[in-house]
């Protein structure tokens, strides 16, 4: 009954971890969960009350495919305001969340064999969204001595005549690396030369960056490529809104046009009450997101500090994001004391879930192996519970 395409793929790892270390909750476990990419934040009130004046206001029927007017306007808006790009409302599209517009993005592009280079280690659900549409992801490995990003001599090397897409993911997950201005001129100059390769830049965690990081995106610095880019983002993660399942992106017209087609003949318009909320997000106060980077600063520094204590384990302090990428690559062969050996860094999460009941993410499921994620989206108790317990589990193995 089923069909082949499910062959290809597998369920998104990141979502599984999350699920076992519910279902330990559930048997009564008390299991801290470092595994899920969300914001522990609430969505803030100017935002829930737009989203229950829309209800009172009737806004509940179907909306245009991809997205309101008054949306895509605030979205225009924040292009202008926050990365100084000009882009016309029939250049944006809004979906039901970042996966969907990065999932129409390819169902809307990629024809069989089209290949998309992916940088390695990657958001889970890239190279599974290209095998659904039938292309063909490369998978180039950014190892640390790169601090995890691709170089132009890298993508040099990727690009063939079937290159159709390059991703950018800035900041990064899993590793909240993200690239200097410097960084993605160097990259534009590789892409100007090949003339059939465009470019996702998927900006999600734009708004989440620390150390003065300064954020740029390739459409920004490189105005002259804005054909050939479509930049992807959302309000999930900068406004602690991931149930509202809103994303937008902008880029080609006629990419967008194609991306609405796919939408119109799958979910239609996303929920109405959700695109009122996410227009208050976008045009509403912003302040309250610095505050939240500052909470956001204190946990990632506490948790460097945490892991660094850990014989075997080696943080990768990042620019941005909400996860520490972290080598478990010497604790690799040690023993359990059930005895079982830790083989890989599956083994290792596994460990951690069952002797530690803290859950992370294995490397592997980001294409890395001997390093695991975490995600600090969570309080600063469960964070301090969590990397004590960690380092007693780390003590057991030998
Ligand atoms: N891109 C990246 C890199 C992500 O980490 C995520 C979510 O985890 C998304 C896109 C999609 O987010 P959403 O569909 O909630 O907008």
């Not at 690009?159 to 201005?181: D, F, Q, R, V």
């Not at 959700?274 to 610095?290: F, H, I, T």
Request: hydrophobic share 40%.
């Amino acid at each position: 009954m089923l069909s082949s395409r499910l062959e290809k793929i597998k369920p998104s790892p990141t979502i599984a971890v999350t699920t076992k270390a519910k279902e330990l909750r559930e048997l009564g476990k008390d299991v801290i969960g470092l595994g899920a990419g969300e914001p522990d934040f609430d969505t803030h009130d100017n935002i829930k009350n737009a989203a229950i004046k829309a209800i009172k206001d009737e806004q509940t029927k179907y909306t245009a495919v991809d997205g309101i007017i008054q949306l895509k306007k605030a979205i225009q808006e924040k292009f202008a305001r926050e990365n100084k790009i000009d882009y016309d409302l029939t250049e944006i599209t809004v979906g039901t969340g970042g996966k969907q517009v990065l999932y129409n993005a390819f169902m809307a592009s990629l024809n069989k064999g089209d290949e998309v280079i992916i940088p390695s280690p990657y958001w889970v659900s890239y190279p599974d969204m290209v095998l659904l549409a039938e292309g063909t992801p490369v998978l180039v490995t950014c190892p640390l001595e790169n601090n995890f990003k691709l170089t132009p001599t890298q993508l040099e090397q990727a690009i063939t005549e079937e290159t159709k897409w390059l991703i950018l993911n800035s900041p990064s997950n899993p590793t909240g690396a993200a690239y200097s201005h410097e960084e993605l001129e160097n990259l534009a100059n590789v892409i100007r030369k090949y003339k059939h390769v465009n470019v996702i830049c998927d900006d999600i965690y734009e708004h989440i960056t620390y150390d003065n990081f300064k954020f740029y995106t390739l459409a920004s610095v490189a105005p002259d490529l804005r054909n050939r880019i479509l930049t992807v983002n959302g309000v999930s993660k900068a406004y602690a809104m991931t149930g509202w399942r809103i994303g937008y992106a902008a880029g080609p017209k006629a990419l967008i046009k194609a991306m609405a087609k796919i939408q119109s003949q799958s979910t239609s318009n996303p929920t109405s009450i959700a695109q009122y909320a996410a227009l208050e997000a976008l045009s509403g106060p912003q302040e309250y997101l610095q505050d939240r980077n500052k909470a956001f600063l204190e946990r990632r520094n506490f948790v460097i500090e945490k892991l660094t204590e850990i014989k075997g384990l080696k943080p990768y302090q990042a620019e941005g994001a909400f996860y520490i990428f972290c080598s478990c690559e010497e604790l690799i062969a040690l023993q359990t004391p059930n005895g079982d050996t830790i083989n890989n860094c599956t083994d290792f999460a596994s460990y951690l879930l069952d002797e530690a009941l803290v859950a992370v993410v294995p490397g592997v499921a980001f294409g890395m192996k001997n390093y695991f994620r975490v995600s600090y989206a969570t309080s600063n108790e469960n964070l301090k519970k969590a990397c004590a317990r960690i380092n007693e589990a780390c003590k057991k193995l030998t």
